[in-house]
C-alpha cells in the first residue's frame, strides 16, 4: 500500500506541472540556412549529457542557473552547426543522460531552486525545443537516454527499485511532445539493461552508458562480457571530463564532461573542470573525428 500510494502522488505531480507547462521553449528559433538537406557519408553523435537543471550555482569558479543553462545550449546548438557544416553531416545522434540536478545529496538540495519534478519537465521543454532546431539541420535525428544516478527519484539509492529514475520518462515525454516531428525517432533500451543504450552509426556499433556504474578502464570488457556484444564506441559522462581512449585498437571509450560545471559537491572533493560536451563525427571507417565543446565561454 505504501508503494503504490508513492506511485499515484508522483504520477499526480507530473500530471499537475504536465498541465502547467507553458509548452515548447521558443529560445531556439529557427535560422533560415537550416533547412539544408544534407546526403553525405559522416554522421554525428551528440551528447546532451549531465544537465543538472534545476541547479543553481555561484562559486568561485563557476555560476549556473536556468538562464545559464539556456545559455549554453544556445551556445551547444551553434557548435553543433558549425561542425554540421563543416563535415556535411547527415545524421545525429543525441544521448540524453542525467537531466536534472536532483536531491542525491544535501548539496544538491541546497543548491536546487525547484523541486524534481519541476526540474524534469522544465529540462524537458528545453530539450524539445533543442531536438526541434537539429530536427531543421539534420535528415534524420535518432535520440537514445541513459539514466543517471543524479535522476533517482529517491536520494538512498536502496530506496529505489530498478529503472526508479526521472531520466527513464524522458523518451515517452518527448516522443509525445515532438510526435509531428517524422524525423525525430525516439529509442527505449531493450536489449540488455535500461542503463545501457545500443545503437549503430554506419559501421560502428555504439553503446551509451552514464558512467556511474562503469570504470574507463575496465568498461569495454565489462560491457563485452555482460551483454555479448564487443563495441566500437562506448560513449560514457558521469566524471565531468572530456576524454578519449583507444582500447586495443579495438574500441574507443569517449568521455564527456557536463553541463553545469563545479558545484559545491565539487569543491568540497576537489574536483575541478570546465563545463562541456564531447562531440564526435562518425564516417564509415569509425570516429572521423572529436570536438570538445567548451560551454564557460
Known amino acids: 500500500m ?3 500510494a508513492r506511485n499515484e502522488s508522483f504520477v499526480e505531480q507530473i500530471q499537475r506541472i504536465i498541465t502547467e507547462s507553458g509548452g515548447l521553449s521558443a529560445v531556439y528559433p529557427e ?3 537550416d533547412r539544408i538537406p544534407t546526403f553525405s557519408s559522416s554522421d554525428m553523435l551528440i551528447p546532451l549529457m549531465d544537465l543538472h537543471y534545476g541547479a543553481d550555482i555561484d562559486n568561485w569558479f563557476n555560476q ?8 549554453r545550449m544556445q551556445d551547444y546548438l551553434s557548435a ?3 561542425i554540421k557544416n563543416l563535415h556535411n553531416c547527415q545524421n545525429a545522434y543525441v544521448v540524453l543522460s542525467e537531466l536534472v540536478s536532483g536531491v542525491i545529496h544535501n548539496t544538491l538540495r541546497i543548491e536546487s531552486n525547484k523541486n524534481v519534478i519541476e526540474q524534469f519537465i522544465g529540462v524537458c521543454d528545453h530539450i524539445a525545443g533543442f531536438l526541434i532546431r537539429l530536427s531543421l539541420m539534420f535528415n534524420e535525428v535518432d535520440v537514445y537516454i541513459t539514466p543517471g544516478n543524479h535522476s533517482r527519484i529517491f536520494p538512498n539509492k536502496d530506496d529505489n527499485r530498478k529503472g526508479e529514475n526521472i531520466d527513464n520518462l524522458a523518451i515517452p515525454y518527448l516522443s509525445a511532445k515532438l510526435q509531428n516531428f517524422d524525423n525525430v525517432k525516439f529509442f527505449n533500451n531493450n536489449v540488455v539493461d535500461e542503463s545501457m543504450a545500443f545503437f549503430a552509426i554506419r559501421s560502428c556499433n555504439v553503446v551509451a552508458v552514464h558512467g556511474d556504474k562503469d570504470n574507463v578502464d575496465s568498461v569495454v570488457s565489462s560491457i563485452s562480457q555482460f551483454s555479448g556484444i564487443v563495441p566500437d564506441i562506448i560513449l560514457m559522462g558521469h566524471r565531468h ?5 583507444d582500447k586495443n585498437g579495438k574500441s574507443a571509450v569517449i568521455q564527456t564532461g557536463c553541463f553545469s560545471g563545479m558545484d559545491n559537491y565539487c ?6 573542470g570546465r563545463p562541456s560536451q564531447m562531440i564526435s563525427v562518425i564516417d564509415n571507417s569509425g570516429i572521423r573525428c572529436l570536438y570538445p565543446v567548451m560551454l564557460d565561454k
Do not use: A, M, S, T
Open 64 to 71: 549556473y542557473n536556468d538562464n545559464i543553462f539556456v545559455e
Open 2 to 4: 505504501r508503494e503504490q
Open 31 to 33: 535560422e533560415p540556412e
Open 241 to 245: 571530463l572530456n576524454k578519449f581512449e
Open 267 to 272: 569543491l568540497d572533493k576537489r574536483l575541478k
Open 80 to 82: 553543433i552547426k558549425g
